[in-house]
């Protein structure tokens, strides 16, 4: 089992890092997920018999990794679950994609399921509202590939690499609406900000990826104000 990283807790919340390839909640797979991950944290740690509440109040994608909040209520599930339903929670993702986009843009689509082969496509009135805005924070040259700073404001299923891929710059390693360049997809969720649901204090969280694989083509540095 991963070894869990938690940012921050105390009897409201959790905020933890989601590794990359865990699933956020578990299906049939029977694979290990985040969920059952952050569960077994608070058993163990408080020593504590019985079931363990824990509310999944929004998910990452399975390939993707980064910062999560759960609730260790159900006070503060339904407070957050309300907060990411109006929008006022702010996530931000880091990702590579292939090419050179316009240096920073916001982008507005409706999506709509597949049926299919379970995959989202764009449309122009129909489905659901996606909204980003985005910025080209460094540029690759020799592998024509680019790292964005992506400002979520819809959180639609596969929204970004849907919303890149159909204007030509997939995602980097996204077998689904990309190519099969890597196994793994450079999609990051690294700033997580919101109001504590119970103290009404506003809070703010940080991960980067790990300086590794195509993250390691790319200065981290050129990345400023992450939080504003």
Same mark, same amino acid.
């Given at each position: 089992m991963n070894k869990l990283?938690?940012?921050?807790?105390?009897?409201?919340?959790? +905020? #933890?890092?989601?590794? /990359?390839?865990?699933?956020?909640?578990?299906?049939?797979?029977?694979?290990? &997920?985040?969920l059952s991950m952050v569960k077994m944290y608070i058993k163990e740690k408080?020593?504590?018999?019985?079931?363990?509440?824990?509310?999944?109040?929004?998910?990452?994608?399975?390939p993707?990794?980064?910062?999560?909040?759960?609730?260790?209520?159900?006070?503060a599930a339904s407070r957050l679950s309300e907060a990411i339903r109006t929008h006022d929670i702010t996530k931000k993702y880091l990702? +590579? #994609?292939?090419?050179? /986009?316009?240096?920073e843009g916001e982008w507005t689509d409706y999506l709509q399921k &597949?049926?299919?082969?379970?995959t989202r496509v764009v449309t122009e009135k129909e489905g659901k509202l996606a909204k980003l805005y985005y910025r080209v924070i460094d540029y690759n040259k020799?592998?024509?590939?680019?790292?964005?700073?992506?400002?979520?404001?819809?959180?639609?299923?596969?929204q970004i690499r849907v919303q890149f891929a159909s204007r030509g710059y997939p995602l980097y390693g996204d077998q689904r609406y990309g190519t099969m360049i890597s196994k793994d997809i450079a999609l990051h969720s690294y700033?997580?900000?919101?109001t504590h649901p119970v103290?009404?204090?506003?809070?703010?969280?940080?991960?980067?990826?790990?300086?590794?694989?195509?993250?390691?083509?790319?200065?981290?540095?050129?990345?400023?104000?992450?939080?504003?």
């Open positions: 990283e938690v940012l921050y807790e105390d009897n409201h919340i959790i +905020v #933890v890092v989601k590794p /990359p390839n865990v699933l956020s909640q578990g299906d049939a797979t029977g694979d290990i &997920d985040l408080y020593h504590k018999k019985g079931n363990v509440y824990i509310g999944l109040v929004h998910r990452l994608d399975r993707v990794g980064g910062v999560m909040v759960f609730a260790r209520s159900s006070k990702a +590579v #994609v292939k090419g050179h /986009p316009p240096m &597949d049926s299919d082969n379970n020799d592998l024509d590939l680019s790292l964005v700073d992506i400002n979520l404001e819809t959180g639609r299923h596969h700033y997580l900000e919101f103290k009404k204090e506003k809070m703010s969280f940080t991960h980067l990826p790990d300086k590794k694989g195509i993250w390691n083509s790319f200065d981290f540095g050129k990345i400023e104000d992450c939080g504003n």
